[in-house]
């Protein structure tokens, strides 16, 4: 059974920055696409950034294009994102989690991926 395992998490002010890290274990990393979701309460779970699994094919969401880097490291079996530039409606609950295909293309869509962390809690303060 695969197994991700966020890190990286707390609280910030406004403006600064973060760094997110997530293991894999389970399936062979270096497969599957990668992607960061993040979630707040009352709210659906929104993509962030996901990364193809030879480490090209990057997406973006818009609201954080410029800001958020996401980036693998498939010797590692590890996939990262730096948060820069935060602002308080970043504040939310950060998941990692891996596509269900293995190759292809990376997607947008929460469904598109089976295995998710636990999450890892990000508070920007104002």
């Known amino acids: 059974q695969a197994q991700l395992v966020e890190s990286g998490g707390g609280m910030v002010q406004a403006g600064g920055s973060l760094s997110l890290s997530c293991a894999a274990s389970?399936?062979?990393?270096?497969?599957?696409?990668m992607a960061w979701f993040r979630q707040v309460p009352g709210k659906e779970r929104e993509f962030l950034a996901a990364?193809?699994?030879?480490?090209?094919?990057?997406k973006y969401d818009d609201s954080v294009k410029g800001r958020f880097i996401i980036s693998r490291d498939n010797a590692k079996s590890t996939v990262d994102l730096r948060l820069t530039n935060l602002k308080p409606e970043d504040t939310a609950v950060y998941y990692c989690?891996?596509?269900?295909?293995?190759?292809?293309?990376?997607?947008?869509?929460?469904?598109?991926?089976?295995?998710w962390g636990r999450g890892t809690q990000v508070t920007v303060s104002s």
């Open positions: 389970g399936r062979p990393f270096s497969r599957y696409n």
């Open positions: 989690a891996r596509q269900r295909e293995s190759y292809g293309v990376p997607s947008r869509k929460p469904s598109q991926y089976d295995s």
């Open positions: 990364v193809g699994w030879s480490g090209e094919r990057i």
